[in-house]
């Protein structure tokens, strides 16, 4: 008798065994979209955290070319795109105001630096962020002694 009843505990409980095979696949099909739209979206959310601060440095390396007394407006369009796109963020526009090659010494110069974010984005369709534009300004007093 004793082994009968071993037999049929072990005989249930690979019965109970072979109900559960697909579950693990199951739950992964359930899982598994949510964990990747998560990791997807903490990807795209740090590469504009990235591209913001690049935006904000090169703003900054603009305004202090905007400053200096001989600057043209090309000039500071120039650096500006080109820290830009040497840190990996190209098709940057830049505004000037006022031009610095008008302004009198001790006016403030604007530059800011905008890209659309749909065009610095690792992800092919960005649905995160895809339709803002990431800008950045930066306000510096025109150098001089007037």
């Known amino acids: 008798m004793v082994s009968r009843s071993r037999f049929q505990a072990r005989f249930r409980n690979r019965l109970l065994t072979a109900k559960r095979c697909g579950a693990a696949a199951v739950e992964f099909a359930i899982v598994a ?36 007394l001989n600057a043209t407006e090309s000039d500071v369009i120039a650096t500006a795109t080109g820290y830009a796109a040497g840190t990996a963020v190209p098709g940057v526009s830049v505004t000037v ?13 604007s530059v800011t630096v905008a890209v659309p974010f749909s065009n610095v984005s690792w992800i092919p369709a960005p649905w995160f962020m895809g339709g803002t534009s990431l800008d950045a300004t930066s306000i510096m007093r025109k150098e001089g002694f007037e």
Do not use: H, K, W
């Open 33 to 68: 979209p949510l964990f990747f739209m998560l990791v997807f979206g903490c990807i795209e959310f740090g590469r504009a955290l990235m591209v913001q601060q690049i935006l904000t440095n090169a703003s900054r390396v603009g305004a202090r070319q905007a400053i200096t």
């Open 97 to 109: 105001t006022p031009s610095p090659a008008t302004a009198a010494a001790g006016d403030m110069v």
